[in-house]
């Protein structure tokens, strides 16, 4: 069974870092774009990054280019977030996502992203 376990959420200052992890063991990593996605309270989900399979290509939310990098090891199965120079507007739960067409898609349960300012 497939599942796809975030972690690395938290509580932080705003200015500061974070680096969130998504592990997706029992997926053909490799087969699947990931991306990252957050809900904060009141909103709907939004795209925050996404990546190719093999990493050549990603994309980015407006809102966090230049702040946030997405990352893939597909040796690890694992997708990564870095957040650097967080902003109180970044506090939402934080999703992976694995997708791809002609495949099932599969979501993580997220990790909550608190920016204190």
């Known amino acids: 069974q497939v599942q796809l376990v975030e972690s690395g959420g938290g509580l932080v200052q705003a200015g500061e870092s974070l680096t969130l992890s998504c592990a997706a063991p029992?997926?053909?990593?490799?087969?699947?774009?990931m991306s990252w996605h957050r809900q904060a309270p009141g909103k709907n989900l939004e795209l925050v990054a996404e990546?190719?399979?093999?990493?050549?290509?990603?994309n980015y939310a407006e809102s966090v280019k230049g702040r946030f990098t997405i990352s893939r090891d597909n040796a690890k199965n694992t997708v990564y977030l870095q957040m650097n120079t967080l902003k109180p507007e970044a506090t939402a739960v934080y999703y992976c996502?694995?997708?791809?067409?002609?495949?099932?898609?599969?979501w993580g349960r997220g990790t909550q992203v608190t920016v204190s300012s």
């Open positions: 996502k694995a997708a791809q067409i002609g495949r099932p898609v599969y």
């Open positions: 029992g997926l053909l990593f490799s087969d699947f774009g």
């Open positions: 990546i190719s399979r093999t990493g050549a290509r990603t």
